[in-house]
């Protein structure tokens, strides 16, 4: 194979297969709504004690034109999108300022189960993102002030320093404020894809979209 070094062809993955059979989703079952339907697997998510169900997967254009993808945590839902929270000065956020068009993907493989979003990030409110930070870990705000998200460090002691520099600022501080450059986005979507394994990889895809009326339309989608 062409540009392939052969000692990185072994071992194979193509005999690594699971059956997914944990069940099923058809429109019966499934909300007329995605918002609701989202809520509902969130919720039985967290029910099977899965490991950090709000982890999701957010891509976004960079001004390189290439697709970067990195994994934050989903913070609220609401009737308008799905919100996290981030320093704006970051990659992501530089990227999100540039071309507000992404998508992102939550994905509980022990429910053999996944949901693909896109839609329009867009900034929060200050407002929202203060009452946020106030209820961060302390230590979590501390590194919020530190850290230079995204941008080159010498060493690992260079940040280390940076936080006690911070932790000196806010010693005598009961409430550290939310730093200028750090706070939230709300992905606004217009479509939705609601996926859950099936044995034989005949999986159920729903995918929900905005139709000229303002409604979400479903449809199934072949797997």
């Given at each position: 194979m062409s540009g392939v070094d052969p000692e990185f062809t072994q071992p194979s993955f193509e005999g690594e297969r699971n059956n997914y059979d944990v069940?099923?989703?058809?429109?019966?079952?499934?909300?007329?709504d995605p918002f609701v339907q989202l809520r509902r697997w969130l919720d039985e998510a967290a029910e099977a004690q899965v490991r950090e169900p709000?982890?999701?997967t957010v891509s976004s254009l960079g001004i390189d034109e290439r697709v970067h993808?990195?994994?934050?945590l989903l913070r609220q839902l609401t009737s308008s999108g799905l919100v996290f929270f981030t320093n704006r000065d970051s990659h992501k956020g530089e990227q999100l300022a540039a071309h507000a068009l992404c998508a992102a993907q939550l994905l509980w493989l022990d429910l053999h189960r996944q949901v693909r979003v896109e839609g329009i990030a867009r900034l929060l409110?200050?407002?929202v993102a203060d009452d946020y930070f106030a209820g961060r870990p302390r230590g979590s705000q501390i590194g919020a002030w530190?850290?230079?998200?995204?941008?080159v460090l010498r060493s690992r002691e260079e940040l280390e320093a940076r936080v006690e520099a911070?932790?000196?600022?806010?010693?005598?501080?009961d409430i550290v404020p939310r730093p200028p450059n750090w706070g939230g986005y709300c992905i606004e979507p217009d479509y939705f894809e609601?996926?859950?394994g099936r044995p034989s990889r005949l999986h159920d895809r729903l995918r929900y979209v905005v139709g000229p009326d303002g409604?979400?339309?479903r449809d199934r989608l072949a797997p």
């Open positions: 069940g099923g989703l058809d429109e019966a079952a499934a909300a007329a709000t982890a999701m993808s990195r994994t934050v409110d200050d407002r530190a850290s230079p998200q995204s941008q911070a932790e000196r600022q806010f010693a005598d501080v609601f996926w859950q409604h979400w339309k």
